[in-house]
């Protein structure tokens, strides 16, 4: 019967960092498939605490073309500052690994047949695990940590890779670049395992005062510039791992204009007061509703007098935005003549009462002309109470509409 024979010395008096062969990628064929090659890969390895001992399993792989290897031999030392050998178990039916360690040598012998005279040694399958304990909990193994390794395939010398583990992957930002001042930018961590080993804990500070200890969250950068962005993981065996990343912050335009509305051609003049702290904006785009417009200064007739809706988007050199809406008043505003509103008390904090000399339906707006209300009935020679505490302190305007005029009292909430 024919052995698949896995004999590996551990020499175990000593420490050596002569290796230096790594390879960051779990799929490695394409790189080893011309060569029989024995492969330690740490980038899967796995982290244990079983009754307050630490453990890694390495699992033990052949990359190679040839199908019918049945035979593979390695030997090596590593470091025992920080690991001490444990086991070695199959991971394929068909084989039967048995280790042997001589204290006085410090040699671990293991030989592991196969079930029959034509057993093969399955191709990049993981094929056995090595267990070493560790120092501590977190105790981290690297490529650098086995030295003088050799690798005999079929019984000829061969390959050897030890594989690194995977770098800790960054966090991430879910949107594009840029990231923009005033704009939420959302950070994320993805993973609940780092190096092996559970997270339990995720600290952000996101470099402008802000702290989250969720696995995401949003920040908000008020001004331009480059931020330290440092997320700290803990695990569930109390290591810890920082990252830091720098992340640049542009500047947003503050979208801004004016307008006013020539009666007489029914066209409203729009003026563009947006401004940028650094940089330049580059594009403008106005959104009349039914139309729109890249001037910076446009005119535009409305169809019918009234008033409207209309957003400004300000885009700078770099591509942030942002956008204003305002309500645009294209109808004439003249005083009560004969109509009269009586507000009281003005200033107001809770509530005002409305006496009117007429019957009208009315409304509520700001001083940029946003409507705040629902149209509501007042009565002539009658008294309507309104809530006016869930506004802010500030100016405001009653208006009553009528036809293509609007007839309007000012009143102030203090808070």
């Known amino acids: 019967m024919k052995k698949l024979i896995l004999v590996f ?3 175990l008096a000593g420490f050596f960092c002569s290796i230096d062969v790594q390879a960051s990628d779990n799929n490695s064929k ?5 060569t029989d090659t024995v492969v330690f890969d740490l980038s899967v390895a796995t982290y244990s605490n079983i009754g307050g001992i630490y453990y890694i399993d390495i699992p033990v792989s052949i990359y190679s073309n040839n199908p019918s290897i049945n035979a593979l031999d390695f030997w090596f030392q590593f470091n025992q500052t920080k690991m001490t050998y444990v086991s070695t178990v199959a991971l394929e039916s068909g084989l039967d690994p048995f280790s042997n360690f001589n204290v006085n040598s410090q040699f671990l012998s293991n030989t592991t047949s196969g079930t029959s005279i034509s057993y093969s040694a399955p191709l990049y399958t993981d094929l056995i695990m090595l267990r070493f304990s560790l120092a501590n909990a977190c105790t981290e193994i690297y490529p650098s940590d086995f030295s003088s390794p050799t690798a005999l395939v079929n ?3 061969s390959s050897y890779l030890f594989i690194g583990p995977d770098p800790i992957p960054p966090f991430q930002i879910q949107q594009p670049q840029p990231y923009c001042s005033s704009n939420e930018i959302v950070f994320n961590y993805p993973y609940t395992s780092v190096n092996g080993r559970a997270i339990q804990s995720y600290s952000w500070d996101f470099g402008n005062g802000q702290l989250s200890s969720l696995q995401s969250d949003i920040a908000i950068y008020s001004i331009e510039g480059d931020y330290p962005v440092t997320l700290t993981l803990t695990t569930v065996d109390g290591c810890v791992y920082p990252i830091q990343n720098i992340v640049p912050i542009f500047p947003t335009p ?3 204009f004016s307008s006013s509305w020539d009666e007489l051609t029914n066209v409203v ?5 947006s ?6 904006i580059n594009l403008y785009t106005w959104d009349f509703g039914t139309s729109t417009s890249n001037l910076q200064n446009p005119d535009y007739t409305f169809p019918t007098p009234g008033y409207y809706d209309v957003t400004l988007t300000a885009t700078s050199d770099l591509g942030c935005t942002s956008s204003i809406t305002q309500l645009v008043t294209a109808i004439d505003i003249v005083e009560l003549d ?18 009117s000399n007429f019957h009208t339906m009315a409304r509520i707006t700001d001083v940029t002309g946003r409507i705040l209300t629902d149209n509501f009935i007042i009565q002539a020679n009658q008294i309507t109470n309104f809530d006016v505490s869930i506004f802010s302190t500030g100016f405001y305007f009653l208006e009553s509409i009528d036809g293509e005029y609007v007839f309007r009292e000012r009143f102030v909430v203090e808070n």
């Open 9 to 11: 010395s551990l020499a």
């Open 30 to 34: 394409a790189l080893l498939n011309l």
């Open 155 to 157: 019984g000829n010398l």
């Open 254 to 256: 503050v979208a801004a």
């Open 269 to 273: 003049s729009f003026t563009n007061e």
């Open 275 to 280: 401004t940028i702290s650094s940089g330049s």
């Open 338 to 355: 004969n109509r009269r509103f009586h507000i009281f008390p003005n200033p107001a904090t809770d509530f005002i009462q409305i006496e």
